[in-house]
């Protein structure tokens, strides 16, 4: 695998709290990118970035907010949690950060978010 | 925007048989293509990729897959499946361009190899 590690690995949570999943990448690659997966759906786009405080929507985005302060690290908040949030999510990264835009993702190990 | 249909939702198949999982996309301008298989609670390992040259696009573990842009097809073959391939496959898609090549995914084929 990459060197692309999740954090938390599992979450419960309550509807209405603030939640922060972590990406943390030791690859340099330039591009990351949040989906969530769930059944009948397979994965969805909810953010990505192309640097360093440079980020855009993806196809799900309502009720997410993202941010990229370095390289290495690519946040997903979730600002109040709702039970329609309870998935699994991934982080993926591509191209290398002196390259253009990578043509494969990698992916991490995922979080299970569960929200009661 | 690109799309990616998968018409299989499950694929049961003995062991030792061949099989073969379709995938076909919708994409307005030229695309990229991929195949991902998850195995129970892990994250996608890549299979194989079409990015250009050959249509028949050999990967890991024995899988082949032949992109068809008359028929706006990506099917992943393999000729003799192992009880060890039981997994999720994903089939993606993304435009072939420079920058963040934001994948759309299908929503999986569920392979059961059964002994």
């Known amino acids: 695998d990459a060197g692309i590690t999740q954090s938390p690995r599992h979450k419960v949570t309550e509807t209405g709290t603030p939640v922060t999943l972590r990406c943390h990448q030791t690859e340099n690659h330039r591009y990351m990118y949040w989906y969530r997966q769930d059944p009948g759906h397979g994965l969805r786009l909810i953010h990505y970035s192309y640097g360093v405080k440079d980020t855009d929507k993806g196809e799900v985005s309502d009720g997410y907010s993202v941010s990229r302060s370095k390289t290495e690290d690519f946040l997903l908040t979730l600002e109040s949690a709702t039970s329609s949030q309870t998935s699994v999510y991934f982080c993926?990264?591509?191209?290398?950060?002196w390259g253009p835009g990578g043509n494969e993702q990698f992916f991490g190990p995922g979080t299970r978010l569960t929200v009661l | 925007a690109q799309s990616v249909t998968q018409l299989d939702s499950q694929v049961p198949v003995f062991e030792e048989a061949p099989v073969e999982l379709r995938c076909n996309y919708s994409s307005s301008v030229s695309v990229y293509l991929f195949w991902y298989v998850q195995y129970p609670n892990q994250g996608l390992q890549l299979l194989l990729k079409y990015l250009s040259g050959s249509t028949l696009v050999k990967g890991i573990n024995g899988f082949e897959a032949e992109f068809n842009k008359s028929q706006t097809s990506f099917h992943l073959r393999k000729p003799s499946v192992h009880i060890s391939d039981t997994a999720e496959y994903f089939c993606a898609v993304s435009a072939d361009q420079t920058g963040a090549n934001n994948l759309f995914f299908g929503t999986g084929t569920r392979l059961t190899v059964i002994p």
């Open positions: 993926a990264i591509s191209g290398l950060s």
